[in-house]
């Protein structure tokens, strides 16, 4: 290899930061827009709206704690663990920002496809209130200038993306094979077809397991419903021997 080969991706400024660094950057947003809500309401004139302003600061904070979630989410932290530093239980903690996290995997976990120009501008607009930070914003996004991240990001993404288009063929290939194995009924054919109708869903539940290793914070609810799964897989089987007097399961609707 010659002295000037550059093996360093090129950088792309279109691709979103891997998903820690784009939760914080949506929460600098977030705070830039309380900063700037705050300056905007300060001066009191006969046009001030108190109550809007209020309701309007209230919101915005409501918007920074579902980021902070997401943020210790993404780093990691368990429901329980965030329960505790919001001084709420678990289940308080997931009733109240378990939809925010549900919304933020269904996006992809990001939320600034092209983040370089947002970046620049938040900096921009901290360095006019401290001057001696410059890169405020930046210095705390370790993906902004790591190119091979943000791509391997991207392609979790990307495969999160075509595992869900999978997802959604089940319920039809779960109806088909419970129709013949309906038909079948009664016929020598008949445990051979249950048997395909709970391998059917077996290849769901090791669906439902690939897409939690790549949906991690969404773990937890597709393990459960491969579990599911793979009931219905042990009750189908065993009916077609004889050992559970069941009348089998249904596919879901």
Do not use: C
């Amino acid at each position: 290899m010659s002295e000037t080969d550059d093996t360093t991706p090129e950088r792309d400024p279109r691709l979103p930061l891997v998903p820690l660094d784009d939760a914080r950057l949506a929460r600098a947003m977030t705070l830039q827009q309380i900063g700037t809500a705050v300056l905007n309401d300060l001066p009191i004139t006969d046009e001030y709206d108190p109550v809007g302003g209020a309701l309007n600061l209230a919101r915005l904070a409501e918007k920074l704690t579902e980021q902070a979630v997401i943020i210790r989410r993404e780093q990691g932290a368990s429901w329980t663990e965030i329960g505790k530093e919001a001084g709420v239980s678990r289940q308080a903690a997931h009733d109240r920002w378990g939809s925010a996290v549900e919304s933020w995997v269904a996006l992809g976990q990001y939320r600034e496809g092209a983040p370089d120009f947002t970046v620049a501008q938040l900096d921009s607009w901290y360095a006019d209130v401290d001057p001696e930070r410059p890169d405020a914003v930046s210095s705390g996004l370790p993906s902004l200038h790591d190119s091979a991240a943000r791509r391997a990001a991207q392609d979790q993404r990307d495969e999160a993306r075509r595992l869900h288009t999978e997802l959604n063929t089940y319920p039809e290939l779960e109806k088909e094979a419970f129709n013949r194995t309906f038909e079948a009924t009664g016929t020598p054919e008949h445990p051979a077809r249950r048997r395909e109708w709970a391998a059917v869903h077996l290849e769901h539940a090791a669906l439902l397991d690939r897409l939690a290793q790549v949906e991690p914070l969404a773990a937890t609810e597709h393990r459960r419903r491969a579990r599911t799964q793979r009931s219905l897989a042990h009750e189908i089987a065993a009916e077609s021997t004889g050992t559970t007097t069941t009348t089998g399961a249904e596919p879901a609707a």
